[in-house]
């Protein structure tokens, strides 16, 4: 087990390492998003109610948006010089190789995301942290859902030439149960309603979605990589 | 036991057969240079050696054991096309990364060793997109050579190598061989292949025309094989 979560550690470091020095994806994904919260502020009257009701869902769509840049480059950084290559020929398993990229691009993706909350606060007159450590919670849950799937997808069209077209095609149709809890619960979240009763169900379904999709995408990932 | 065993392996791309029933064996410590031309199943049937893809039909057995065998695939060296090495990290830093994904004890000084061994100890931290051509074919025999493992797949390694990488990967194959390696090379460099081969292959069309030991005559006259079994 410890030598499962070295490999993992070691594949997380080197995504990370490799992007922070060349900051493609992250600094794309972070304009992006900011651009996008900025349009949308000017075709929306920030101090209207509706804004803010609708707000939750237009952050999460942002997030999953800006979020597919990220996850296209995961498994694309590996075709320049045949990377890819040398990590299916080296003794770990597909599972160590995925669970690293993930934990690389929920580490981008939770610092996208972290940037662009208070912006976004800022543009539509919103105040998020009302109930900070729920909506940090509903936060994690959600770019997880998004991570796994993503990662997962990136592995998929690794390898055809439309990737960046196909990973949002094929991500969101599946993503959907999961972008509809979190966009749910940051709704209320940020209207100032807690979890309770009412929205509970949206959270137990993103915990689900996160556990089932994980361990589908552990189980599958050697198969997708290799055939 | 043979090092390398192929039987019966074939390939299908769609409904094309990249390779038609391939048998062959590479004893410990042969070196087997599998020729033919572009097109005839070299790149694919190391490839699938390598366990980056799974025959159609029929089985590749590396020391036994199936390629993709965790314990097997610390055995294989693998050198491709591509170097695959990763641009935006240091010399050091990628021959450390894999040295820990094959759990070598001491992962850096293992990269720092073989650095050296192929001439780029100066260069250690230098990011790998500033190096020159051969620079960076040097670190890629390195990466393959790392793990010290006991079956060399090599596909086209010669190709596009400076002076110097020749000299290096011919010296690092010669110590291989002479400590009971085995070696596996697809080869368009006929003279190179032949001067380290014991045994040779060629493929015609995915399938095995001539596969036997290497001869004087072949050394003498590289395009022997391909006159005499191949398309001429």
């Known amino acids: 087990m410890t030598g499962f979560l070295r490999q993992v550690a070691v594949i997380a470091a080197k995504d990370l390492r490799a992007e922070l020095r060349t900051k493609e994806a992250i600094n794309g994904s972070l304009a992006f998003s900011l651009v996008i919260l900025l349009l949308f502020s000017f075709a929306f009257d920030p101090t209207g109610d509706t804004t803010r009701e609708i707000s939750g869902g237009l952050l999460w769509i942002v997030f999953a948006f800006a979020g597919t840049l990220i996850l296209n480059r995961s498994f694309a950084r590996e075709l320049p010089n045949d990377c890819l290559d040398a990590l299916i020929a080296a003794p770990i398993s597909g599972a160590a190789l995925f669970l690293g990229k993930a934990i690389a691009n929920y580490v981008l993706l939770l610092a996208m995301e972290l940037i662009s909350l208070p912006v976004f606060g800022i543009f539509y007159n919103v105040r998020w942290t009302g109930q900070f450590p729920e909506l940090m919670l509903v936060l994690l849950l959600g770019t997880w859902a998004l991570t796994v799937l993503g990662t997962m997808t990136s592995a998929l069209t690794v390898n055809i030439r439309l990737r960046e077209v196909m990973l949002p095609l094929l991500t969101y149709p599946v993503l959907v149960p999961a972008l509809m809890g979190a966009m749910q619960l940051t709704m209320a979240l940020i209207a100032g309603k807690p979890i309770d009763a009412d929205n509970v169900m949206w959270l137990k379904m993103l915990i689900g979605f996160d556990v089932i999709y994980t361990a589908v995408s552990l189980v599958l990932v050697e198969t997708v990589l290799v055939g | ?232």
């Not at chain 2, 400076?162 to 697809?186: H, Y």
């Open chain 2, 1 to 232: 036991m043979s090092a390398v065993a192929v039987d019966g392996v074939w390939k299908f791309y769609g409904d094309y057969p990249a390779l038609r029933d391939v048998r062959l064996d590479a004893a410990a410590g042969a070196c087997l240079a599998l020729i033919g031309r572009n097109g005839a199943g070299k790149t694919t049937l190391l490839r699938i050696m390598a366990g980056f893809s799974r025959p159609g039909r029929g089985e590749v057995r590396i020391c036994g054991t199936a390629p993709r065998d965790t314990a097997t695939r610390r055995r294989i060296g693998f050198l491709g096309h591509g170097i695959s090495v990763y641009d935006e990290l240091s010399a050091i830093e990628n021959l450390t990364l894999f040295a820990r994904l094959y759990g070598l004890q001491e992962p850096r000084q293992a990269a720092a060793e073989w650095l050296e061994r192929t001439g780029l100890e100066r260069v250690a931290n230098g990011l790998v997109r500033e190096f020159s051509r051969g620079m960076r074919q040097r670190l890629a025999v390195a990466r393959a050579f790392l793990h010290n493992p006991s079956v060399l797949l090599l596909d086209e390694p010669f190709t596009a190598l400076d002076d110097r990488a020749i000299a290096v990967l011919q010296r690092l194959l010669r110590e291989a061989l002479a400590e009971g390696k085995t070696v596996v090379m697809s080869t368009h460099q006929l003279r190179e292949a032949l001067e380290l081969a014991t045994d040779v292959a060629l493929l015609n069309r995915g399938r095995v025309a001539f596969a036997g030991p290497r001869t004087a005559e072949m050394v003498a006259d590289p395009g022997f094989l391909y006159a005499r079994y191949g398309e001429g």
